[in-house]
Each structure stands twice: as structure tokens, then as C-alpha cells.
């Protein structure tokens, strides 16, 4: 069993930045990819950022050039930098791994 626990989100205005963290019950992040999703109101949740084992990451269009996903293995930490924010990316952010998900923490952008 594995529990993952973001925090860092909060309100921001447009053209600001937040930092999400995502950190794992027990050792995990060297195993398997891992992921940041996000859920607007009505929509379907999407994925937002991924980092796999090697350290290789790939992003949805949407925030490429603005977000950039990392992790701390010692740390068993991701993390989720978002810069240049837009009230398009208000959402619930949730981080993901092997089918576990974290409860979520909302980011809402103001314009």
C-alpha cells in the first residue's frame, strides 16, 4: 500500500508561480513513472506532467514551457513547478504512481 499526499496549492494570480509536492508513504520513485494530473471543473482529469525512471519527462501542450516536473528519490518527493499561470489552469492537481492516487490540492488562478 502506498499513500501520496500533495500539497502547494493555493490562489495565484495570473503570471504567477506555485510549487506543488507530492511525497510517498515508502521508497517508490525509482520504480515506474510518475505523474502530475489535473481535474477542471466538468472536465476530465488529464494528464498535466510525466518523469519516468531515467529521469526522462514529457508534458501535455498546454504547459509545456511553464511547468517543469522533478522528483528527490532520497526524499521520495515529486514535485511539480508551475510558472506563468493561467486561470485555464485552475484545477484540482492530483500525482499519481502505479495506479495510487493522492487526494489532491486545488490550484486556482486568478485574472
Known amino acids: 500500500q502506498v499513500q501520496l499526499v500533495e500539497s502547494g496549492g493555493g490562489l495565484v494570480q495570473a503570471g504567477g508561480s506555485l510549487r506543488l509536492s507530492c511525497v510517498a508513504s515508502?521508497?517508490?520513485?525509482?520504480?515506474?513513472?510518475m505523474g502530475w494530473y489535473r481535474q477542471a471543473p466538468g472536465k476530465e482529469r488529464e494528464l498535466v506532467a510525466r518523469?519516468?525512471?531515467?529521469?526522462?519527462?514529457n508534458y501535455a501542450d498546454s504547459v509545456k514551457g511553464r511547468f517543469t516536473i522533478s522528483r528527490d528519490n532520497a526524499k521520495d518527493t515529486m514535485y511539480l513547478q508551475m510558472n506563468s499561470l493561467k486561470p485555464e489552469d485552475t484545477a484540482v492537481y492530483y500525482c499519481?504512481?502505479?495506479?495510487?492516487w493522492g487526494q489532491g490540492t486545488q490550484v486556482t488562478v486568478s485574472s
Open positions: 515508502r521508497r517508490i520513485f525509482s520504480l515506474n513513472a
Open positions: 518523469i519516468v525512471s531515467g529521469g526522462s519527462t
Open positions: 499519481s504512481w502505479n495506479g495510487y
